[in-house]
């Protein structure tokens, strides 16, 4: 036996620290060499850490999001002693611990490792842990073992837990009991197996079992409130025949809609001062009859108990890390806001002519070369102007108060990936004609969608270009990617009419939304700057006369 | 005079409005009522309660002349009875005396303020009351109109004279030798039975092709049966033409149009009864109708903000007990407690001769709904304790959903069956299936246990049938 340990690897780019974002392993999964344990992130790229041995994972050494040191270790894995024992694991699915470390052989260390950790125990306290879905049909398991309390056979299945502080241990037991199978189960000492058996039709139709403990647990429990008495005693009552026929009928008859909801005048009344619309509530008594423990189970798990009728509003709360690329966008996007008094200029531009010529082009093109976009001509005509407006293409260090105007026009172009925005740089458009623009855009777009985008293709740029292309829109507020200070907008291209000075005429137009930051770009420059972009855009030959 | 203003006014102190009254003062709002008539309503003084007592009399009066005739089973005989109806009369009016003081002092009880006199809008928070020391007006932040219903008159044959609506009939002085009814509803069969019970020659003429048009042949039928027992006519299909110009007789026309004069000495015309929507103020506040009702929604909201009403001039059935939940309910959301109507069902009773009971749906209603449904029907011919109270005739009938045996609807015919709706209304508002009425021990002897038969007679493993 032997442990072995692995650190957060030096994922290169002179990076000292790494985020970790995803684990894809957790404590007690059998491993095996090259199985990918986590991935982390530098600044925009993504690096999976494999597993170079083969073993059991005892440790894990991060949360997602945090920020991880280079060498330190994230990750303990138990190696087996020999590859024998290893390989009686290997039939076993990943992802249920018990079973894996049962068939692995384990010796006492392991042991006692697995269970140190948090793993499910079929204890019978184990039910109460269980989510909604096992808790959905046991209201029904419960009455109608209830019912069962009154018949005179005592066919002990299970004894009652030692412990049954809370009203829904008791009632999962009482429903395990209800179900024949699940009493089978019971007995295998498999008490989650056991509740997950448990379907209202097969507990209706549950034999006569000895649960009078849960139900005096039920009972005493008392949590019923003030009702406690009467809907006990009710449930006595109302429920001890149904129960002898409900084998014939299944309690779970859908409501139609329009049908006034099942339920004894109390628990209406109970349901009205709660403001609980009684159609949202699912009965599970005979006949669908809804009861007050349908109603307290209704309210406990905040209504959201789903409904034939429909529509029902949702209340669950999803909570979502951000962490990741996501975390990093949420930092700049912050960061660009925060920092920079944003001026944004949206023009409109006839793009009739740059459309035609796009189209002579791509009609004619070579077959090696890539379809042009308008990106390429935006590109071009951007370096033409900021090499009449220099200022426009920079990196503003605004902590130092320096402003580095760039010569080279490193062009980023904002990219929708499955991940999140991501934005790839074309360096240097102003040494690249249209077909090289076009060619880079397309390679890079690609690289950044795939995931494979280097550091430094991901970094750089001086002036940004976003585009929601297909997704139309007439204007867009771009935020400029922070330390730049200015990015170009593109709309999408519509047919719009236009005044020629003497009628209306169809026109393919085409808005730039752009936003410069005024602190350094004068909203006058910002509007000299997208003039002349319209101007090189709508006569595009200017864009290639030297 | 002074202003009265208060949080709540209810026009009407009859089973709907008093209730409402009553229910309000316990939740402490400050709440006045107007009735120009004595407390209690139609039920009170000239509907429910006095005729139920005319009609204990008469069966008391009947059983004697029966015993006197010397044919009785029981072997009793006795000398030939006789009744001094005024005094008979004067024995309701003590009941009702009795009751009337007691909705009086549960309304002061409650603190409830009681202003006697006609009540009228002026407009949607203010009404006009006269009184008999002058105008009363109170100002009110919510109104509930309680004002019930009124007999309908026919117009060729008014009420005056020998022409009386229930309202005299519980007040005569003496029994009509020739009594005459125009109506074949539950009003005019009670009252029917029970003067013939007294004594009368009584003829009833509907209209319509069969009596109590409300309730299945089935149902009836025990009652026409006891009806012809008791030598009472029946006429349906028969128009009542007027008066004939003696006064003293009734002019009909036949299914075939044929005219005849039916001789009486009183006619009683129990033609139904209309929502009183007039002579309250109802042109000022223009509420929005259903009908000739007043239109409600769930909540007993009339179409103006701040005005409920309740009971009779609502709408069908209309019976006190509906009026009595539905002022209950309305106090307890002027009081701001959330509710609305969801009864599942509104019990019907008629005291005829057996009593029927109907609560919620018919076999025939619930397949008309689109329900398959199963019947169970139990005898009284074969219950032990209706045999030993001479009252074999009629059964109970429960009406179940066939897919589930849900209680949809529960009916019955029988001597003293009313007091037997009690657990038909709780079996259907507590949703029981068959099997809970089926597994639910019913005492025994008593007429009940016809209840559970019936139950396991739809159950299909009825015991005693």
Known sequence: MAEFIIKMPDVGEGVAEAELIEWHVKVGDLVREDTILAAVMTDKATVEIPSPVEGTITWLGAEIGDTVAVGSPIVKIEVAGSAGEVAGGDGQPAGEPSNAAGATGVSSPEADADEDTPTPSPSPQGGGELGEPGMKGTASSAASSKADASAPSSSVVAPAPPDTPTRSAPSLEAANRGDPDA???????????????????????????????????????GSIASTGTASADLGSVSTAPAGRASSTTSPLIPRPTGEKPLASPAVRLRAKEAGIDLRQVHGTGPAGRITHEDLDQFISRGAQQPSPAGQQPNTSVEEIKVVGLRRRIAEKMSRAKARIPHITYVEEVNVEALEELR?????????????????????????????????????????????????????????????????????????????????????????????????????????????????????????????????VGVNKIMVRPVWDGQQFIPAKMMNLSSSFDHRVIDGWDAAVFVQRLKALLETPALIFVE | MKEISCKLAVIGAGPGGYV???????????????????????????????????????????????????????????????????????????????????????LKKAGVKAVVGHARFRDGKTLEVETE?????????????????????????????????????????????????????????????????????????????????????????????????????????????????????????????????????????????????????????????????????????????????????????????????????????????????????????????????????????????????????????????????????????????????????????????????????????????????????????????GFQEAALKALGHAIHI
């Open chain 2, 20 to 106: 409402c009254a009553i229910r309000a003062g316990q939740l402490g709002i400050d709440t006045v009522i107007v009735e120009a008539a004595k407390a209690g309503g139609t039920c009170l003084n000239v509907g429910c309660i006095p005729s139920k007592a005319i009609i204990h009399a008469a069966d008391e009066f009947y059983r004697a002349t029966k015993f006197a005739a010397g044919r009785d089973p029981l072997g009793i005989s006795h000398g030939s009875p006789t009744i001094d109806f005024s005094q008979t009369v004067a024995w309701k009016d003590r009941i009702v005396g009795r009751l009337n003081s007691g909705v009086v002092s549960l």
């Open chain 2, 133 to 449: 020391t002058g105008q009363q007006v109170i100002r009110a932040e919510t109104i509930v109109i309680a004002t019930g219903s009124a007999r309908v008159e026919l117009p060729f044959m008014p009420f005056g004279g020998n022409v009386i609506s229930s309202t005299e009939a519980l007040a005569l002085k003496e029994v009509p030798k020739v009594l005459a009814v125009v109506g074949g509803g539950y009003i005019g069969l009670e009252l029917g039975t029970a003067f013939a019970k007294l004594g009368s020659k009584v003829t009833v003429v509907e209209a319509l092709p069969k009596i109590l048009p409300l309730y299945d042949a089935e149902l009836t039928r025990p009652v026409l049966k006891r009806l012809d027992e008791l030598g009472v006519s029946v006429m349906t299909g028969v128009k009542a033409k007027g008066l004939a110009s003696d006064g003293k007789g009734l002019v009909i026309e036949t299914a075939e149009g044929d005219q005849k004069t039916i001789s009486a000495e009183k006619i009683l015309v129990t033609v139904g009864r209309r929502p009183k929507t007039d002579g309250w103020g109802l042109e000022e506040i223009d509420l929005d109708m259903a009908g000739p009702f007043i239109r409600i929604d769930e909540q007993c909201r009339t179409s103006m903000r701040g005005i409920y009403a309740i009971g009779d001039v609502t709408g069908e059935p209309m019976l006190a007990h509906r009026a009595t939940a539905q002022g209950e309910m309305v106090a307890e959301i002027i009081a701001g407690k959330r509710r609305s109507w969801d009864k599942r069902a509104i019990p019907a009773v008629c005291f005829t001769d057996p009593e029927i009971v109907s609560v919620g749906l018919s076999p025939d209603e619930a397949r008309q709904g689109g329900i398959e449904v199963k019947v169970g029907q139990f005898p009284f011919a074969a219950n032990g304790r209706a045999m030993t109270l001479q009252g074999e005739a009629g059964f109970v009938r429960v009406v179940a959903r066939a897919d589930n045996n849900l209680v949809v609807g529960i009916q019955g015919v029988g001597s003293g069956i009313s007091e037997l709706s009690a657990t038909f209304s709780l079996a259907l508002e507590m949703a029981a299936r068959l099997e809970d009425i089926a597994g639910t021990i019913h005492a025994h002897p008593t007429q009940s246990e």
């Open chain 1, 359 to 487: 189209a002579r082009l791509n009609a004619e093109r070579h077959p090696d070369r890539p379809k042009l976009t308008i990106l390429p001509f935006l590109m071009r005509a951007m370096v033409k102007a900021i090499a009449e407006q220099p200022q426009i293409n920079a990196i503003f260090d605004d902590d130092a108060g320096i402003i580095h105007r760039h010569g080279g026009v490193h062009v980023g172009v904002a990219t929708q990936t499955p991940s999140g925005l991501m934005v790839p740089v074309v360096r240097h458009a102003e040494a690249r004609d249209l077909w090289d623009c076009a060619r880079e855009v397309n390679r890079l777009a690609d690289a950044a969608r795939s995931g494979t985008a280097s550091r430094e293709e991901l970094t750089g740029s001086t002036i940004t270009i976003t585009s929601l292309g297909a997704m139309g829109g007439i204007a867009t507020t771009p935020v400029i990617n922070y330390p730049e200070v200015a990015i």
């Open chain 1, 183 to 221: 009493g089978d189960a019971v007995g295998d000492d498999a008490g989650p197996n056991a509740t997950t058996a448990v379907r209202p039709g097969s507990a209706a139709s549950g034999t006569p079992t000895s649960p009078s403990p849960v139900w005096g647990g039920v009972r005493g429990g």
